[in-house]
């Protein structure tokens, strides 16, 4: 069955440091993607980053880059140089690549993080 | 560019009474999504459209709740006589493609007394 997990339920870190999330996830399929989003505290969700399954590099965009180790099933957000403003919930979740179901999002619970000046 | 539309932003219905939201996706994106959200259950896949074709309903309760995409430019979802467990925030995301990343309006917050 499809899961996502995301362990850590909140973080909390002084600015300009860096911070680490982690998530499992659980997959029958051989090829996969698997995305961060954020949620501000208006509510907005924002993509931040994907990592498609099929390629070794690590996925890097802006101060978010990700830890990938396919064989343990985890995909970890790192942010580098926290700011007040990268306070949020941030969501991990997966898409599978297989037949009509294989576009849906299946998230994590969320990690709040709060960085704090 | 605009991103993905939703409106209401708030709606408050009475139980037993329906509730019609709607969903602009972002011009061009050919699939369009709806999840839902709980504190209990956290984001759930409700249905998911492609080119306005209806692909995967099958986070859909069976009864009572229904969606369209009549256009490419507009999508519904439909919920008959709301019950209190109906409130959450309803989410509409759309996607450039079949591989593309989601990007999410800014919900739909209905509340059913």
């Known amino acids: 069955a499809q899961k996502v997990t995301q362990t850590q339920t909140s973080i909390s870190v002084v600015e300009k440091t860096t911070v680490t999330m982690d998530c499992v996830y659980e997959?029958?399929?051989?090829?996969?993607?698997l995305f961060w989003y954020k949620q501000t505290a208006s509510g907005e969700i924002v993509f931040l980053i994907r990592q498609d399954s099929y390629k070794k590099e690590n996925a890097t965009v802006g101060h978010y880059s990700l830890n990938f180790q396919k064989p343990k099933s985890s995909i970890g957000l790192i942010i580098t140089a926290t700011q007040i403003e990268d306070s949020a919930v941030y969501f991990c979740?997966?898409?599978?690549?297989?037949?009509?179901?294989?576009?849906?999002?299946?998230f994590g619970i969320g990690t709040l993080l709060s960085v704090k000046p | 560019n605009a991103g993905v539309i939703q409106t209401p932003r708030h709606k408050v219905t009475g139980k037993g009474q329906e509730a019609t939201l709607w969903c602009e996706p972002i011009?061009?994106?050919?699939?369009v999504f709806w999840y839902r959200q709980t504190i209990v259950q956290g984001l759930e896949f409700l249905t998911y459209f492609r080119n306005q074709a209806p692909i995967d309903d099958s986070g859909m309760p069976k009864e009572r709740f229904s969606a369209q995409m009549p256009n490419q430019s507009h999508s519904t979802l439909k919920i008959q006589s709301t019950q209190p467990q109906d409130s959450a925030v309803y989410l509409c995301?759309?996607?450039?493609?079949?591989?593309?990343?989601?990007?999410f309006g800014p919900g739909t917050r209905l509340t059913v007394l």
């Open positions: 995301a759309s996607s450039s493609g079949q591989y593309a990343e989601q990007f």
């Open positions: 997959t029958r399929d051989s090829s996969y993607f």
């Open positions: 011009s061009g994106h050919s699939a």
């Open positions: 979740a997966m898409r599978e690549n297989y037949g009509s179901s294989g576009n849906k999002l299946i």
